[in-house]
């Protein structure tokens, strides 16, 4: 049974309404969702309180027998589709320098927060026609690697130096980009090799994903055009370097302690950084509670909980990333947060 406050999580469409806007206004307009997501979602929440609340245990197995959440989360793959088409569509018509550059940041907010962000969802279920949704999102930022590495590697070695994911106290997070978009490339490919060097047969992964991603950026070249493609690209860094600035405030300064020369402690609630700000928990469909999800990373998103001991971002998700990228600052007031329980 439906109830009200479950539409909360309609808002989330605003955002490839207002990347849609963006795309027909032009000009200033093009960075449309972009301004959504990065000035008033921001200036919204330093005015509404976060809420620490969770529901009753029968309510959130009713939200869990409930069809809404998920058809929610599939109803952005044809809408990232449609978006992508009409973004590639806007650069053939060779747009204003101003307004290339505006719809690349657009689309690539889009290709971040409802791509790789409900991917990342999807790719926990364990339906495959679930999971063939979620590297469908993938596949415009070039991320098809994260289903491998997210799953097998970031959520084994969290919070370790072992995790490309977990930036190190006192990493920048340019620095930071760098690191893990190179490191987590290159460990999807080694749990490939482990995976089939243990006897499990078929084929690396990561070869058939490589041949998918060249036919996607192919397909573009010969329908638009080569120069196209490479805005495409472009647009699939933006979203790709989106899910690194989450990574980056997700899990900063958070170590796990060492309890042999292989061996950490189990992941703990104070190993993920959390927000509890309303208007970015429907956004990016509950992300922020992040604590709850690497408890029980089955767990749907619409069921996710607030841990009282996890650690507290100063500012919702996107106002934090916003905040990372002027390191002295950011350095400043998330210091004094790490909790004393982790090794920083």
């Known amino acids: 049974m439906l109830r009200f406050k479950d539409l909360k999580y309609l808002l989330a469409y605003l955002l490839p309404l207002i990347a849609w806007w963006g795309f027909s206004a032009g000009g200033l307009w093009s960075f449309g969702s972009a301004y959504w997501a990065f000035i008033l979602i921001p200036l919204i929440e330093l005015f509404v309180p976060a809420s620490k609340d969770n529901m009753s245990q029968e309510e959130y197995e009713r939200r869990e027998r409930s069809w809404l959440f998920d058809v929610l989360l599939y109803l952005n793959v044809p809408i990232v589709y449609f978006l992508l088409y009409i973004y590639l569509q806007q650069m053939q018509a060779a747009p204003s320098t101003l307004e290339v550059i505006g719809m690349t940041v657009n689309m690539g907010v889009v290709l971040g927060s409802l791509g790789i962000n409900v991917a990342h969802e999807l790719g926990h279920r364990s339906s495959a026609t679930e999971r063939g949704m979620a590297l469908a999102l993938l596949?415009?930022?070039?991320y098809l690697h994260f289903y491998i590495e997210h799953n097998r590697g970031h959520?084994?070695?969290?919070?370790?130096?072992?995790d490309p994911a977990?930036?190190?106290?006192?990493?920048?997070?340019?620095?930071?980009w760098v690191r893990s978009l190179y490191q987590t490339y290159m460990h999807a490919w080694s749990l490939e090799r482990q995976r089939l060097q243990t006897g499990n047969g078929g084929i690396n992964l990561m070869?058939?994903?490589?041949?998918?991603?060249?036919?996607?950026?192919a397909i573009i070249a010969i329908v638009w055009s080569w120069q196209v493609m490479l805005l495409a690209m472009a647009a699939g860094l933006v979203g790709a370097l989106l899910l690194e600035c989450v990574n980056y405030i997700e899990h900063y300064g958070l170590l796990r302690h060492?309890?042999?020369?292989?061996r950490y402690e189990p992941v703990q609630q104070w190993h993920s950084w959390n927000s509890n700000h309303e208007l970015g928990r429907i956004v990016l469909y509950e992300l922020v509670r992040h604590s709850d999800h690497h408890m029980k990373s089955q767990r749907p998103y619409q069921s996710l909980r607030y841990i009282d001991r996890s650690p507290q971002l100063p500012l919702g998700y996107p106002g934090s990333i916003l905040l990372s990228m002027i390191p002295a600052l950011w350095f400043r007031v998330i210091h004094k947060r790490i909790p004393a329980t982790v090794h920083a």
């Open 166 to 176: 977990t930036a190190r106290k006192g990493e920048t997070v340019y620095a930071f």
């Open 155 to 162: 959520h084994k070695y969290v919070a370790t130096e072992r």
């Open 207 to 217: 070869w058939i994903y490589s041949v998918i991603q060249i036919a996607y950026w």
């Open 258 to 262: 060492k309890v042999s020369e292989h």
């Open 139 to 142: 596949l415009p930022s070039a």
